[in-house]
């Protein structure tokens, strides 16, 4: 059937419509092209005489429709295949644009509302300073705590003015256990922040974190971290990286570890950590995420501490959160927890 059959290697024109359908807003022209020396009788329109030669075009009457038994032509070829085109190539770059808006607009809720850091309620408190370091921790490790844990630590390290050292990941929990448990501090801090937490799946080379040297205001359900000794260690700063690492240890370089080592232990940064009701926000795939999914809705009302907004504090400054975004800590079952970034 001539309707429904191949002519050549040119598809029939019901084949050919179907082929490849236009967008609303393609570029498919309107009116013809007009030819040179050919005259324009009308807005848009071939003169009556149509263009002789040319089957694209097709005679027409004086009210400018096709006469009886014409059938009206299809846009030029060249300009199907651009609308063809358009089809393939512009429909992604609109969705990842919209995409784009889209994350945007979540992300506002959180990086242009200004509001005072949750830290500020722990000024009063402070003795007329605005700042937090380990060195103000009300009880300090004993000299001869300190000499063991020195020990513990090969090829020391110096790095803008602090000492590091190396621990054997066989026994640094341990180390850093021992070293930052201080009595009268220890018993004051709540259980769920108690011990060494193994960062997992961080990106950073961050392998190890100790909350338990820090102070517990109950009254006002905020808990402050200051970095001090023992409290962190990182995986590979000699430049080297353990097996599996994530997104192929790309983030392990010796440069970025030392950049980071300098921005949480050099900039003798604070962590305060203000505990408050989940939220049970949905579980969405990154980085769509929202607050609070990963703890369950509505937990925390009480004594319990199962979600908290995490604050940061370049040189301990309790009056500034320096960090961008909203991280959060949230309880995913006894001894683990979810850092949230959003």
């Known amino acids: 059937r001539s309707g429904a059959s191949w002519q050549g290697d040119v598809l029939p024109r019901r084949v050919r419509r179907l082929a490849c359908p236009p967008l609303p807003w393609s570029f498919r022209r309107s009116r013809p092209r007009r030819q040179r020396g050919a005259a324009m009788t009308g807005p848009g329109h071939p003169s009556q005489a149509g263009f002789a030669g040319d089957p694209k075009y097709v005679p027409l009457a004086e009210d400018g429709q096709p006469q009886p038994g014409q059938q009206q032509p299809e846009a030029p070829l060249g300009d199907r295949c651009k609308a063809c085109c358009c089809n393939v190539l512009c429909w992604p770059f609109y969705l990842i644009l919209l995409s784009l808006f889209v994350y945007l607009t979540y992300k506002c809720r959180y990086l242009y509302i200004e509001t005072p850091p949750t830290s500020s309620a722990l000024l009063p408190y402070m003795e007329g300073r605005d700042t937090f370091h380990w060195w103000n921790m009300p009880k300090q490790r004993s000299e001869e705590q300190l000499e063991w844990c020195r020990s513990q630590l090969s090829n020391p390290m110096p790095l803008y003015g602090l000492q590091y050292g190396f621990l054997p990941g066989a026994s640094a929990p341990e ?58 260690a990182w995986a590979g700063a ?6 599996d690492a994530p997104f192929n240890g790309n983030l392990y370089g010796e440069y970025i570890s030392k950049f980071h080592m300098d921005g949480l232990a050099g900039g003798h940064q604070s962590q305060t950590y203000a505990f408050s009701t989940c939220p049970g926000g949905e579980d969405l795939p990154f980085p769509w995420g929202e607050v609070g999914h990963a703890c369950v809705a509505g937990s925390g009302s009480t004594a319990e501490l199962t979600f908290a907004n995490l604050e940061a504090h370049y040189w301990g400054n309790l009056s500034v959160a320096t960090q961008t975004g909203l991280y959060t800590l949230e309880s995913v079952g006894p001894n683990a927890w979810y850092r949230g970034i959003y």
Do not use: H
């Open 238 to 243: 000699d430049g080297t990286k353990p097996n």
């Open 175 to 232: 180390v850093l256990y021992r070293c930052t448990k201080v009595p009268a501090i220890f018993e004051e801090v709540p259980e769920p922040l108690r011990g060494v937490f193994w960062m997992k799946d961080n990106a950073m080379n961050e392998e190890l974190a100790v909350l338990q040297f820090g102070r517990w205001f109950e009254g006002q359900r905020i808990y402050i971290m200051p970095a001090s000794p023992f409290s962190w």
